[in-house]
């Protein structure tokens, strides 16, 4: 029976540096996409507070008390200008319920939502992050009123959803460059490998057929040749 045949010490550093090529490329690749969705999301969430911020005190700038026509008109004013996709809701204090300001569209609003609920009882900002396909922030500013808990109470709440696209295109560019590491992972791997059995493949295989040769112990001494003369024998 023929023994199998063994990998010699080029072919398997060959591989080894290859497999090495493959995990940097791949790990250099997942480093950057990670640190580059961070700053992403950051980004997305300073936007998206600064929106809500810049809409809440234009809308108390114009309505400090709580009037609900200047508070309408303002709001409609914002919503023919706005170019940032967000979409925003405003809620007023009548009686003892938040409830939508009416607006006079037929686009029946959104319910009071906890988000909306908490900012106007805390009278602090309030901001979460919806994931899913279609992933947005969501913001509640308290209108009106002192912030926490001093003077007295805020007339509404407004509530802002900024659409986050950029994960979703963010997440698509993901996929296809892992793609594209992979097969430049591959590509670095079939040419280390190549690189290494030509430069380093002579070499390391007369050394692995000395170190064979070694293993195979001493080979038979030879024959000792007569060197005495006749007389002496």
Known sequence: MSRPRV???SARLAILTALLAVVLVLAGNQ????????????????????????????LMS?????????????FATWDRS???????????????????LPSGTETAPPPLDALSVAAFAGRSLQVAFRAGPDAAWRLAVPLGGGQ?????????????????????????????????AIASALLVALSVAWLTA??????????GRAMAHAHGGPGPAPEAQESATPALR
């Not at 114009?62 to 303002?74: E, H, I, M, N, Q």
């Not at 030509?198 to 050394?207: S, T, V």
């Open 31 to 58: 480093i950057a996409l990670t640190w580059s969705q961070r700053l992403h999301v950051d980004e997305d969430r300073r936007e998206a507070t600064s929106i809500a911020t810049t809409l809440a005190s234009y």
């Open 62 to 74: 114009v309505a400090p008390t709580g009037d609900l026509d200047s508070l309408a008109g303002a």
């Open 82 to 100: 706005d170019i940032s996709g967000a979409d925003a809701t405003v809620y007023v204090l009548l009686g003892d319920n938040l409830a939508p």
């Open 198 to 207: 030509r430069w380093a493949g002579r070499p390391l295989g007369e050394l």
């Open 148 to 180: 926490s808990g001093a003077g007295p109470a805020p007339y509404g709440v407004l509530r802002v959803t900024v659409p986050t696209q950029r994960l979703a295109d963010l997440a698509a560019e993901r996929q296809r460059t892992y793609l594209l």
């Open 7 to 9: 990998l010699g010490l």
